[in-house]
């Protein structure tokens, strides 16, 4: 199995606790946040890792090179910003195999890897990998029927919910559409068009997942992820 990991941003939220390195390489539990997401894709049984990289690119390329965790590791650096959706893009051109799971750099999910594939090799079917959370507000919230994403709900939204975890598994070939190098929005300029002519199916992850994006959550994460 490939994954992408999308390392390329800025952190802004983050820049008055962590400002002299990019936001995955934030330091947790006393070590480089990429780094226990990327031992948790090691343990889950994949080979091979594209980082989608811009801001700070070397600091992540020196520090983890061609192989970690018994993964290869290869890079996809942005020149400048592509956004979710062009970084996405350009790093299924570096992919081997006919699809690939989709991760955030800044986001710890300890996902059920092998029932997604399962699912995956079942329909061949896009995936949205949803998590059900206590307060929607912060994130917005994934409108679901019949097992497939039909809409999204922008933040603002209250009560418990299903949200988009940031996780997806795509056929390669899905953004050929779009040229490599031009930037978009993966979930606004794609996703939410595309579930309503495509069938997106859904499957809802349960294992411990956090956003390291803002100051609250990456305090927590220090206790969190202890251990991992």
Request: hydrophobic share 45%; aromatic share 10%.
């Amino acid at each position: 199995m490939e994954a992408v990991v999308l390392a390329g941003g800025f952190g802004t939220r983050l820049r008055a606790l962590v400002s002299d390195v990019p936001k995955p390489m934030a330091p947790v539990v006393g070590r480089p946040f990429l780094e226990i997401v990327l031992r948790g894709l090691a343990r889950n049984g994949f080979h091979r890792v594209i980082l989608a990289v811009g801001y700070m690119a070397e600091t992540i390329s020196s520090h983890f090179g061609s192989a970690f965790a018994g993964m290869s590791l290869a890079y996809q650096v942005e020149e400048s910003p592509l956004g979710t959706g062009g970084a996405v893009r350009a790093a299924l051109c570096e992919c081997f195999e006919d699809h690939a799971f989709v991760f955030n750099g800044d986001t710890y999910l300890d996902l059920e890897v092998q029932q997604v594939e399962a699912q995956w090799r079942r329909h061949g079917d896009p995936i949205i990998v949803a998590r059900a959370v206590p307060d929607l507000a912060r994130y917005g919230a994934l409108l679901v029927e019949g097992g497939a994403v039909t809409g999204f709900l922008e933040k603002g939204a209250v009560g418990a919910g299903l949200i988009n975890a940031g996780c997806y598994v795509l056929p390669r070939d899905i953004l050929d559409k779009y040229p490599v190098g031009v930037a978009f929005s993966l979930e606004k300029d794609f996703l939410a068009d595309s579930v309503v002519s495509r069938r997106f199916v859904v499957f809802e992850a349960r294992g411990l997942f956090i956003d390291i994006g803002v100051p609250e959550d990456y305090r927590r994460a220090q206790t969190l992820l202890a251990g991992l």
